[in-house]
């Protein structure tokens, strides 16, 4: 009697996964080109962002200044890349602070158990319903209007 054992598993690449999918392939792309002009901004600004050029105030785009210029002549381009710079950090600072807090109250919450994780998952169940709540009360206004 001869039994075959299982079947072998295979494992796919999550990496020829993921980029198999040609919106997360794009997505992937875009963040790393944010990602890569935050960090660089501070190479890639042509002009300072708070230098004032009265004269070439309001100028259309141009080889010299690739988004034009504002009311003051400042390079629009120069303050685009620093303040993407300055919301890749707040983001950064912002997903960090959130990922520290959940799991430290996750993990607070799963092994304490008890009312802690009666509490926490009564919090996550007022959190999902929310947004239910607020677009059922806004479809219920749409459909009242007579207009």
């Known amino acids: 009697m001869t039994t075959n054992g299982p079947a072998p598993v295979t494992r ?3 990496w020829r ?3 198999g999918n040609p919106v997360t392939a794009v997505s992937a792309a875009v963040l790393a080109a944010v990602a890569g002009i935050a960090v660089g901004a501070d190479w890639l600004v042509p002009y300072g962002i708070n230098d004032v050029d009265v004269p070439s105030a309001l100028q259309s ?20 890349l620093v ?8 983001a950064v600072v912002s997903v960090g602070f959130a990922l520290v ?9 799963g092994y304490r ?23 059922s009360r806004w479809r219920s206004w749409r459909s009242s209007d007579p207009g």
């Open 113 to 135: 158990g008890g009312w802690g994780r009666h509490g926490v998952h009564a919090c996550r169940r007022r959190h999902v319903r929310v947004p239910r709540a607020a677009t």
């Open 83 to 90: 303040a993407v710079q300055a919301s890749m950090e707040v």
């Open 61 to 80: 785009p141009s080889g010299a200044h690739w988004f034009g210029t504002d009311e003051l002549g400042r390079d629009v381009l120069s303050r685009v």
């Open 12 to 14: 796919i690449n999550s």
């Open 101 to 109: 807090v959940g799991v430290t109250i996750g993990v607070i919450a």
């Open 17 to 19: 996964l993921l980029l």
